[in-house]
């Protein structure tokens, strides 16, 4: 199996940003692509993020321009860079990895909150 653990989360100004860090362990071979989700209280949770194995990547219109996802095969890490953070961006994140079916591992998820 896999296990993903998340970090980086804390809060954050509007303006300001923070970069969050998905590392893998387990049977990471079988590890196709990695995905970063969020959600918010009373919302459901949304694909933000997707990054393939050779590093594609795709992102919601909600944080096009603003968010960047990126691995880091030799450390066995994906990260979610998230830039000019609005309070929108408030949720709880969580990473998830797909053995190329589905997105069947997932972390604990981290929190992010964007206030003044």
């Known amino acids: 199996q896999v296990q993903l653990v998340e970090s980086g989360g804390g809060l954050v100004q509007p303006g300001g940003s923070l970069r969050l860090s998905c590392a893998a362990s387990g049977s990471i071979f079988s590890i196709n692509a990695m995905g970063w989700y969020r959600q918010a209280p009373g919302k459901e949770r949304e694909l933000v993020a997707t990054i393939t194995s050779t590093g594609s990547t795709n992102y919601a219109d909600s944080v096009k321009g603003r968010f960047t996802a990126s691995r880091d095969n030799a450390k066995n890490t994906v990260y979610l860079q998230m830039n000019s953070l609005k309070p929108e961006d408030t949720a709880v994140y969580y990473c998830?990895?797909?053995?190329?079916?589905?997105?069947?591992?997932w972390g604990q998820g981290t929190q992010v909150t964007v206030s003044s």
């Open positions: 998830a990895a797909s053995d190329g079916s589905t997105f069947k591992y």
